[in-house]
């Protein structure tokens, strides 16, 4: 672990023993603690060598962890924080630039402040006690406490557990752009950043192409600083072949292969690599492998955390860290902030319908569809039946229409007790809340500020953030640099999806730069074949139901649900239900790895409103 943490303990009588107290925080590599003790408090830090700016002045601590700038220098940047703080307080957050974790502990007023960068590229966890606050930028250097029901419901609804939640009742975590202060036991969340859109052309589409240019490559040249050998994770896809072109040459790649029919890219990531003269690396992973990782991913994850792309990250960063390969590129971002989802495009046809006028809807097409024509099964007015009823879903909720909990039917997967101590609404009304923050704004626009935090922040980046963590490479993500985020704010929607063309302004912008085949290629990624290896390799299969087997004796997965998804389900469709075979195992390999103790159900409103107070601007 590598990272930032400390506590700020509350004095009622008598000095803190700073050191004994935040001794534990100290032991993850980090180096001796730096504390003082003025006023009313005490405060103590702990971090990694070297890898933290660190400032000290009498009643004061500021530090910076990760790769930050202010006005455009990282020189003292700790101590240049610590007098915007005085001048500004928590808004001298929006002065840093790059991915960073921040904290600011004033011993003279008892006033903390934490916070993280705007993409969530880093973490803070925290928890206030009877003797004060601890956070850390990773879980592991807290103590855990009881596990959160709701939290375990959102794993299985997500597949990962959305911030500001964590699997632990007492701790929670901050949201991208976001703050907290903290003062003699009582906590406020603040906001200093959040996405602007301008949805009007401002400027012609050459201008606008040279700026995105000329922010890409600053944002390549601004993750490669400082760093030794770079390297780039090479999928075949727009994202990562546009970095590994823009890296200084020879540039190294990673590539992972499948062979499996369908889930093998290894051809476009070799089109980019030729076209790019990297010297590239590639390795074919197999269920053996898989078996081996599982473990050691749950040992090393914070929470639960069930997407299974994290095995094949996690090999492509083995690779390149035996290669000499010190930091890595990744091309995370690049779809959420220039239309590459495929789901951008699914949905504007679904929009479509809402655009047709309210009585040829309700008078003609829903009466025919489903009350004349309900019996009449020809294949035409089936594809009729079904894009209406997605269509007449409200968005968000129209995204969820094939979440697995839900497909199943909480009632059927989960037991009895342990569904009537949580609240089943509270994902969609965390998804409805995100959508409708951005209201007024287009379609894609909405669509693209749900994803930066739910697909990003607490998946895509952690998947990375983790694999390359326990391989010992530290990774970089260019296309969530500040400027390219304002960048793709002021993006119009029409440049982002153009009618149902995916990335329509970056692939003009990058034509002359990408080659041919990797532009016109869909979106695919590093998706695994678990399911088709589930059935094929017996070592693989044995530690996935064995782990489901001990989750049955957890009291909160029904025991039917676990041997029909097993011995009926996965059988009939192993890429579908084999998702959520691997979403329970490792459910089951992250509580049997780090569970001290059972949840405790408590009542849904105390669950869902304990970890998700509403953040003051």
Known sequence: MSGLCGYLALVRGGRPDLARMAAPLARHDASPLRSLEEGPCGVALAAQN???????????????????????????LAARLAAAWRERGAQACAELSGHFAVCILDGASGLAL???????????????????????????????????????????????????RSIYRQQQRLLPGEYLLYRRGRMERGVYWRM????????????????????????????????????????????????????????????????????????????????????????YLTAGDVADAIPRIAAASDQPFGNSSVVPAYFCAQMARANGVTRLLGGDGGDELFGGNERYARQAVFARYEQLPSGLRQLMLEPLLFGLARQVNLPPLRKARSYVEQA????????????????????????????ASVDQGAPQRQLDACYWQSHGLSQINRMQALDLRYTLADNDLRKVGLACELAGVEAAFPFLSDELLAFSGRLPPQDKLHGTRLRYFFKHALREHLPREILRKKKHGFGMPFGQWLLADARLRALAFDSLSDLKARCLVRADFIDQLTQVRLHEHPAYHGTMVWVL??????????????FAAAPPDV?????????RA
């Open 50 to 76: 070297g890898s933290v700016s660190l400032h000290q002045e009498p009643g004061l601590l500021a530090a910076v962890w990760g790769h930050a700038l202010l006005d455009g220098s990282g020189e003292r």
């Open 114 to 164: 934490l916070a993280i960068d705007r993409s969530g590229v880093h973490a803070m966890h925290y928890q206030s006690g009877p003797q004060g606050l601890t956070f850390a930028t990773s879980a592991a250097a807290l103590a855990g406490g009881e596990l959160d029901p709701q939290a375990l419901f959102n794993y299985l609804y997500f597949h990962m557990i959305p911030a500001p």
């Open 196 to 283: 602007r859109f301008h949805e009007e052309r401002a400027l012609p589409f050459v201008v606008m192409k040279q700026q995105f240019r000329g922010a890409l490559e600053e944002a390549v040249r601004q993750a490669a600083q400082g760093a030794g050998k770079i390297g780039a994770f090479l999928s075949g896809g727009t994202d990562s072949s546009t970095l590994a072109g823009l890296l200084d040459k020879p540039a190294s790649t990673y590539s992972i292969g499948f062979d499996v029919d369908g889930y093998d890219e290894m051809a476009y990531a070799r089109i980019a690599a030729r076209h790019f003269q990297t010297e590239h690396h590639e390795y």
């Open 392 to 419: 007449l879903v409200p968005m968000p909720a129209r995204l969820e229409t094939y979440n697995l909990l839900f497909r199943y039917g909480p009632a059927q997967v989960l037991e009895a007790d342990f569904l």
């Open 585 to 598: 195992m490792m459910l089951e390999q992250w509580l049997s790895q780090h569970a001290r103790q059972p």
């Open 607 to 615: 669950a869902e409103t304990a970890a998700d107070p509403a953040p």
